[in-house]
T-cell receptor
Framework: QKEVEQDPGPLSVPEGAIVSLNCTYS??????FMWYRQYSRKGPELLMY????GNKEDGRFTAQVDKSSKYISLFIRDSQPSDSATYLC????????????FGKGITLSVRP | NAGVMQNPRHLVRRRGQEARLRCSPM?????VYWYRQLPEEGLKFMVY????????ESGMPKERFSAEFPKEGPSILRIQQVVRGDSAAYFC?????????????FGSGTRLTVV
């Protein structure tokens, strides 16, 4: 079993839709959870991070962590064509020298 | 305030040649991380370095791969005797400390193609 599993894609939605992206993980030591966005031929860009369980909101983006279920989600409200990118979840354990373990990524396409 | 700078952006090498990938961290950052992204795969950790020290190389292949971060100059990821399977995007990230559990800044990557 992989440490981090991410829903396979690709995902195509119409503009304005609510998007839900999800990851599950198996390592109980993970405490820090991040979402990165990667445009084609670019480096990953940190979108959001959360510590332990709970929700965090930033504009149209909401990150949710459920440590009891080992499940994290990223919600995008009012999706825009500019949101079209690959989204990667990442996580790390305390004292792990900030080493990140990534999901495979899911490619999102928002149709105008 | 430049971000993490990687060069070259694209690198083509024949099988058996050496590849040298360079990473200049953000100003004030002394911690560097290298990740590899294979086609259709997520990023995989390779190595974590501080100036003049390798802190964690648990993700580095045992042979042909090495990394350094000298006192002066960029961090270098070196791949000797490249093979087709080394073709990937290599990303570098930097942080001001080694306790950056809230993510760090990545460069735009070097895309290595082995022919």
């Amino acid at each position: 079993q992989k440490e981090v599993e991410q829903d396979p894609g690709p995902l195509s939605v119409p503009e304005g839709a609510i998007v839900s992206l999800n990851c599950t993980y198996s390592n109980s030591a993970f405490q820090y959870f991040m979402w990165y966005r990667q445009y084609s031929r670019k480096g990953p860009e940190l979108l959001m991070y959360t510590y332990s369980s709970g929700n965090k909101e930033d504009g149209r983006f909401t990150a949710q962590v459920d440590k009891s279920s080992k499940y994290i989600s990223l919600f995008i409200r009012d999706s825009q064509p500019s949101d079209s990118a690959t989204y990667l979840c990442a996580m790390s354990a305390a004292g792990a020298n900030s080493k990140l373990t990534f999901g495979k990524g899911i490619t999102l396409s928002v149709r105008p | 305030n430049a971000g993490v700078m990687q060069n070259p952006r694209h690198l083509v090498r024949r099988r058996g040649q050496e590849a040298r990938l360079r990473c200049s961290p953000m100003k004030g950052h002394s911690h560097v991380y290298w990740y590899r992204q294979l086609p259709e795969e997520g990023l995989k950790f390779m190595v974590y370095l501080q100036k003049e020290n390798i802190i964690d190389e648990s993700g580095m292949p045992k042979e042909r791969f090495s990394a350094e971060f000298p006192k002066e100059g960029p961090s270098i990821l070196r791949i000797q005797q490249v093979v087709r399977g080394d073709s990937a995007a290599y990303f570098c990230a930097s942080s001001p400390s080694g306790d950056t559990n809230y993510g760090y800044t990545f460069g735009s990557g070097t895309r290595l193609t082995v022919v």
